[in-house]
């Protein structure tokens, strides 16, 4: 059953949902599990796209060894059509189902076409303009489209872009690079902190360019994100102004969520001074917790760019590479790592080997996992859980 709350619902492709947004992540972090029971709350669900093959052993097998990409892109987007199907029939018809997909990926409008097919609500896209979102899903009008972006510079142009196509976005996320986990909006580590990201100004600024641009605020569902983690902030962000809010990591560390146990004691377990942002090998900024293996990696970070060299036989087999590598394309200024390998590691709670990506603020139960059930209810009414 939904939680009691006096907070308001905000509408999304004709369906009503309490406004709460449980971000993608991948890979496979957020799958059927997760987005379907957020979304059986009366919530937006989010499943991540990205090689969700390695939920089904089926599919690993067929992709062991395998370097032909036509392969391993008809094995996720196998994964993707069930991983969507389940989370709707978990879902039973309340609320609703978001496809993240990002736009750095290489077979990206494939997984867009995909998740539209499976009867996805939604598709979420951010790392990077979704500029072209509306020509892939012109075929299905009724699926909502939601950039994920960051400042007010990269909201005008997409806006801008699709109104020519006679398109608006159906929402935004506006996602705040000092705070949150994964990859970032932001082309360097060092802008993360810029005053530009800041919600509540930022917010001001967006609904002063819906007004210049003709566009009716209500048109828009804007849904800020990025170090939320209270109820009280939950508050602040729609009295100024927000229809809803987006977290990751406290979705992330639920007992619903699709990674291993041990995933999620490391996420809830981490200190402050345990999660770092570096340089990903999309070219972005990433913020992760300091794991062995990261660890590692950064001491030997400019010893590996100095010895950066173009070679897609540095590849992992069974890996989809991004559209910009810096391992495979041997750009020396960003990331030396396979991505989807670490992060495989992971999603199985391989602390010694895995990338475990987490935004920056404390958890709300702090290092308890708890059902989503619990973290929902406490952001829309402030009511802690039982210990």
């Known amino acids: 059953m939904p939680p009691a709350s006096n907070l308001p619902h905000w509408t999304l492709a004709g369906r009503s949902l309490l ?60 994964a993707l059509d069930r991983e969507i199907r389940m989370a709707l029939a978990a879902a039973q018809g309340h609320g609703a189902i978001a496809v993240n997909v990002m736009k750095a990926v290489s077979a990206h409008a494939q997984y867009v076409r995909q998740s539209c097919e499976s009867g996805a609500h939604a598709i979420v896209m951010g790392a990077g303009l979704p500029l072209d979102l509306p020509e892939m899903t012109r075929d299905f009008p009724a699926v909502a489209l939601i950039p994920i972006l960051s400042d007010l510079r990269g909201i005008a142009i997409v806006l801008k872009k699709w109104m020519r196509r006679n398109r608006l976005p159906d929402a935004i996320v506006i996602e705040h690079p000092r705070h949150a986990g994964g990859h970032l909006g932001a082309t360097r580590a060092e802008e993360i902190a810029d005053p530009r990201f800041d919600l509540e100004p ?134 030396q790592f396979c991505i989807d390998t670490r992060l495989a590691f992971a999603l199985k709670g391989d602390v010694k080997k895995g990338l475990f990506f987490r935004g920056s603020e404390p958890l709300p139960f702090g290092d308890a996992i708890r059902p989503v059930a619990d973290l929902v209810r406490y952001l829309l009414t402030g009511l802690m859980p039982a210990a």
Not at 250 to 267: G, I, N, Q, W, Y
Not at 293 to 317: F, I, M, T
Request: aromatic letters at 4%; a neutral charge; proline letters at 5%.
């Open 19 to 78: 406004p709460v947004v449980q971000g993608g992540m991948g890979i496979g972090v957020s799958a059927h599990r997760l987005a379907g029971a957020v979304a059986g709350l009366g919530a937006l669900g989010t499943i991540s796209s990205v090689e969700l093959r390695h939920h089904h052993d089926d599919l690993l097998e067929r992709a062991q060894g395998c370097r032909d990409q036509d392969v391993l892109d008809g094995l996720n987007l196998v």
């Open 202 to 335: 930022l917010l001001e600024g967006v609904f002063a360019l819906f007004r210049d641009l003709g566009i009716e605020r209500c048109r828009i569902a804007v849904i800020p994100a990025g170090g939320i983690n209270s109820h009280e902030r939950v508050r602040e962000l729609l009295a100024s102004g927000a229809s809803a809010v987006q977290l990751g990591t406290p979705f992330a560390v639920t007992e619903e969520s699709d990674a291993h146990p041990e995933f999620k004691r490391v996420l809830a377990e981490a200190r402050p001074e345990d999660i770092v942002t570096f340089m990903s090998v999309a070219g972005l900024p990433a913020r992760a917790v300091l794991t062995p293996w990261l660890r590692g990696y950064l001491r030997h970070e400019k010893g590996l760019q100095s010895n950066a060299k173009a070679d897609p036989r540095r590849c992992v087999p069974g890996t989809r590479c991004l559209s910009v590598c810096g391992l495979r394309d041997g750009i020396a200024a960003i990331g």
